[in-house]
């Protein structure tokens, strides 16, 4: 096992706990991945278990060193700014209201 990816009992302990108490899938993965990196398995095989990307792994573990479970539960995948004006936005939310809202009301059957 890489000495850098070494945890204590108490913080796999507590990943652990995190984990069995996630709601959302998405930090149920990160903190799996610390642990699991914690636990010795090589970075390729919890990338290739969670159908993530090498770095990414290794980056959850970044993240925690760096701010513990806080830091984990911050999604901060990024994206990119919007191209859309605000004008844009404003249609682009009334068509969406008026032209797909429909299935939610009573009565429409798929």
Known sequence: MSSCYRLTDQE??????????ATDKRYADRVKAVYLLGKGWPVTKIAEALL????????????????GLAALQRNEAGGSDTMLTKEQLQFLDQHLRDNLMWFNRPGHSS
């Open 12 to 21: 796999l302990d507590d990943l652990e706990f995190e984990h069995r108490h």
């Open 52 to 67: 993530i990307d090498r770095e990414t792994v290794r980056n959850h573990f970044k993240r925690y060193r760096k701010g």
